[in-house]
């Protein structure tokens, strides 16, 4: 991730500003919050990356565009930072493999094959979730119509929600009584959790699928007859 351009510390405080529309103590007040995070330089000047604009710009969106408040856009830029944090996690992640098979130091884990987190089971009918959620199930019906919150179907169709489901509702709940983040904030940082979620799930997949891979190599390797073998069968 450090590799990325996208991610290298390049514009001071003054011209970040102005990429942005922004005065210099918004950027400041913004990184108080959590909502950037500037690298600093080895004077400790603060230095903004292509992807610190991008953050900024966002920031800017949803507060005048969508009208959603400080306490949704921390919610917003917490995921995304943690979006960016998994990718970093993942390319690490991968460089740690590639050494390991270079060094063929230790046998790579067994898959764990295409395995269903159990979180992701359909069970719940919707007048069981909404008691779980306190909710109505009028609101859960409302909730999915703005795809912020997707249930299964069993085979008759009936809407059936996970566990993670529930975590969802709740976190919508939590959002929208205790922060009193808007249906605009809302379906931002649910679009985010959703992406967030599918991003883990692909990183999983992919580091299952280079274990798998690699492991096949270190095996082949490991059963291929010496040299020495050869020459004895010559003799």
């Given at each position: 991730?450090a590799?990325?351009s996208?991610?290298r510390?390049?514009?001071?405080?003054s011209?970040a500003?102005?990429l942005?529309d922004?005065?210099?103590?918004t950027?400041?007040?913004?990184e108080?919050k959590g909502l950037?995070?500037p690298?600093r330089?080895?004077?400790?000047?603060?230095?903004?990356?292509e992807?610190?604009i991008?953050h900024?710009r966002?920031i800017?969106?949803?507060?005048?565009e969508?009208g959603?408040?400080?306490?949704?856009?921390e919610?917003?830029?917490?995921?995304?930072?943690?979006?960016?944090?998994?990718?970093?996690?993942f390319e690490a992640?991968?460089?740690?493999i590639e050494?390991?098979?270079?060094d063929?130091a230790?046998?790579?884990?067994s898959?764990?094959?295409?395995?269903?987190?159990p979180?992701?089971?359909?069970v719940?009918v919707i007048s069981?979730a909404a008691?779980?959620?306190?909710?109505?199930p009028q609101?859960?019906?409302?909730?999915?119509?703005k795809?912020?919150?997707?249930?299964g179907r069993?085979?008759g169709k009936?809407?059936?929600?996970s566990?993670r489901d529930?975590?969802?509702l709740r976190?919508?709940r939590r959002?929208?009584?205790e922060?009193?983040v808007?249906l605009?904030?809302?379906?931002?940082?649910m679009?985010?959790?959703h992406?967030l979620?599918?991003a883990?799930?692909?990183?999983e997949g992919?580091?299952?699928r280079?274990?798998?891979?690699?492991?096949?190599?270190?095996?082949k390797?490991?059963?291929?007859p010496?040299p020495?073998?050869g020459?004895d069968?010559g003799?």
């Amino acid at each position: 991730m450090a590799s990325d351009s996208k991610h290298r510390p390049v514009y001071v405080i003054s011209v970040a500003a102005e990429l942005v529309d922004m005065h210099p103590q918004t950027l400041r007040l913004y990184e108080r919050k959590g909502l950037i995070r500037p690298g600093r330089s080895t004077g400790k000047t603060r230095l903004y990356s292509e992807r610190d604009i991008e953050h900024l710009r966002e920031i800017r969106r949803l507060t005048q565009e969508l009208g959603v408040n400080l306490a949704g856009v921390e919610e917003v830029m917490r995921l995304q930072h943690e979006l960016d944090d998994l990718q970093g996690e993942f390319e690490a992640e991968i460089t740690r493999i590639e050494d390991e098979l270079r060094d063929r130091a230790l046998a790579l884990p067994s898959s764990e094959g295409g395995r269903t987190d159990p979180r992701d089971r359909p069970v719940y009918v919707i007048s069981i979730a909404a008691e779980l959620v306190d909710m109505h199930p009028q609101t859960l019906r409302l909730y999915e119509r703005k795809q912020l919150i997707s249930p299964g179907r069993s085979s008759g169709k009936t809407r059936l929600y996970s566990e993670r489901d529930i975590e969802h509702l709740r976190e919508i709940r939590r959002l929208t009584q205790e922060l009193g983040v808007n249906l605009a904030g809302v379906e931002e940082i649910m679009r985010l959790r959703h992406e967030l979620d599918g991003a883990r799930s692909n990183l999983e997949g992919n580091v299952r699928r280079i274990q798998d891979d690699l492991s096949e190599r270190m095996t082949k390797l490991r059963t291929l007859p010496s040299p020495e073998d050869g020459a004895d069968e010559g003799q």
